[in-house]
């Protein structure tokens, strides 16, 4: 049940890579904070029309995770005791984890000049959570709808991790981070299973660690930076929705009896 198949340990260690990487970088030195407020600054290009919005999906997060849960718990009590058990740990090891590590491990040191309090801040776990209860959900979705239920999710998912970046809370660099957590948690309790063909999840990966280091090279317009920090987070998210998304193994099926000799 808890094995680690073919794909999914060499997911979920470049999910951690990922994570730690972004961290290094952003986190850690001057020029990654730089890039991170570049990034974060540029945001109020849409914060008069995003504010409102951005209220809204802070509490979408509770109403996300408590149907998660519950979905997990119902699937579980009908008989698909796995399936629910890894919805409901997803969504609470990724909670608990961003909420660990941003106070007790993973440190803000003041590199460069920020427009938010300096301190410990990656990853945001409340969309680590938000994130986690999307890939939950999309986790105990019917296969036939699996479709378009992953493109359903990447709205939402973006939508949640880049309102706290619109409402001053957090820098993008944690949001990113949040999301990566959560895809790692996904792929590691089995949630997600993805395939070794599944070139989105690498490709996305890699896309939202290299464009924040763009960014901190090239110091390009508030609007370009503004589209940078969207497709870090949308890069991010694809990669974790196409992991969750990936076929899973095939059910056994019981051997047919022979044709009938004429």
Known sequence: MWT?????????VLLLVAFVLLYAVLVRTRVGQRADEDIYTSAALGRDHLLGLAGRLHDLVRVLAVAAVAAGLIVAVRGQRAAGVRAVAVVGLSGVSAEALKHLVLGRPDLAPTSLPVGASYPSARVAVGAAAVLALLSLAPAARRGLSAALAVVVVVLVAYAPVVSFAHRPSDVVGAVLLAGFWAVLVGAATPTAGNALLPSGVLVSVLLPGVVAWARPPAELAYAAGLLAVLSAT???VAATVSPRDPTPRSPQPPYPQR
Do not use: T
Not at 4 to 12: D, Q
């Open 4 to 12: 680690l198949r073919s794909g999914r340990l060499p997911a979920a």
């Open 238 to 240: 694809v990669a974790v």
